[in-house]
């Protein structure tokens, strides 16, 4: 008995079990592992997309402030790449939970970021139809309406945003003065007569945003300090 005892405990210091003991003999049963339901699944897979958006969106950058052509267009493929990854994880996570609107608004905005501008613009809508005012899928959904030449529906949502999100607001009227930029850059690409009605709609606008921006929490407190 003495002589069982010390083999089983010079077993255990050393991490081997003898056979009985490591069949399930006297042992306790171990715990099975947690299957996540598909919502957090969904939410995991989520969160990965957005992990590579935040990568393609530097290197896009990146892309955009090159001044060498061939650095100009690794990067941009790299993004693109990267945009494409995301996109997977976003459906991934859309076939296990299709009630998550944060991931229809990425799923938007990758496809948009590939040019898929009428895949972008219907997750916009299952995003904004599960989520009413949502403010970041109104932002990205009027950059989308400029990407198929809709800019009155464009300053609808800019309208839209005014009102709640003033920082949203501002970031999709920068997107609206680089529309204009692009278009007269290009002079074939549209009307010259819409695309100067719009420029001095972006300037009226940009004024009064400046003028009531005290009247918003954030700019009294700016001018408090």
Known sequence: MRSALRLLSAALLIGVLPPALASGGGMMPQAM?????????????????????????KVDAEAAQATDAGK????GKDARARYASALGKFQQSLQRNPQLPEAWNYLGYTSR???????A????????????????AI???????????????????????????????????AAMKAWVATQRANPGGGDAASVDELDKWIQ???????????LTRAGTAAAWR
Not at 39 to 57: I, P, S, W
Not at 204 to 214: D, F, L, P, W, Y
């Open 204 to 214: 009226e606008r940009a004024q009064i945003s400046a003028q009531t921006a005290a």
């Open 113 to 119: 970021k590939l040019g898929n501008y009428a895949d």
């Open 139 to 173: 932002e990205y959904r009027g950059e989308a309406f400029l990407g198929v030449n809709r800019p009155e529906d464009a300053k609808q949502a800019y309208l839209d945003l005014f009102a709640g999100n003033r920082s949203l607001a501002d970031k999709l009227l």
């Open 33 to 57: 592992p947690r299957i996540a339901s598909p919502e957090q699944q969904a939410r995991d897979l989520f969160n990965d997309g957005v992990g590579y958006v935040k990568k393609a969106d």
């Open 121 to 136: 613009l219907t997750a916009y809508e299952k995003a904004l139809a599960l989520k009413p005012g949502y403010p970041d």
């Open 72 to 75: 100009r267009e690794r990067a």
